[in-house]
């Protein structure tokens, strides 16, 4: 078992920045990848970024590339998710989550969840 647990989230003005923390506790190490994804109201929940928890690979989407950075520090069993340059539509519930295999983008690929954390982005 997995436990992962979000924070971070807010509102913020177009623009601006916030930095998620995914905290991971239990099997980490069973847990080849770890991946942000985010769901909008109404919408499927979307794949944001991966990183390799070994070997610090990573992956965006390209709604995110050059505005957001995945991370990790594996002494704290926790990945983060710098995001600068906010705009409205990344308005959203952010959910990190861990995955077996390295760098997938779908989200049946990720195994365990948390609890998300709200992102609200105002024009």
């Known amino acids: 078992q997995v436990q992962l647990v979000e924070s971070g989230g807010g509102l913020v003005q177009a623009g601006g920045s916030l930095r998620l923390s995914c905290a991971a506790s239990g099997r980490t190490f069973s847990s080849h990848c770890m991946g942000w994804f985010r769901q909008a109201p109404g919408k499927e929940r979307d794949f944001v970024a991966a990183?390799?928890?070994?070997?610090?690979?990573?992956l965006y989407a390209d709604s995110v590339k050059g505005r957001f950075t995945i991370s990790r520090d594996n002494a704290k069993n926790t990945v983060y998710l710098q995001m600068n340059s906010l705009k409205p539509d990344d308005t959203a519930v952010y959910y990190c989550?861990?995955?077996?295999?390295?760098?997938?983008?779908?989200?049946?690929?990720?195994?365990?969840w948390g609890q998300g954390t709200q992102v609200t982005v105002s024009s």
């Open positions: 990183i390799t928890w070994g070997g610090g690979t990573t």
């Open positions: 989550a861990t995955a077996s295999r390295p760098l997938q983008r779908a989200p049946k690929e990720y195994d365990y």
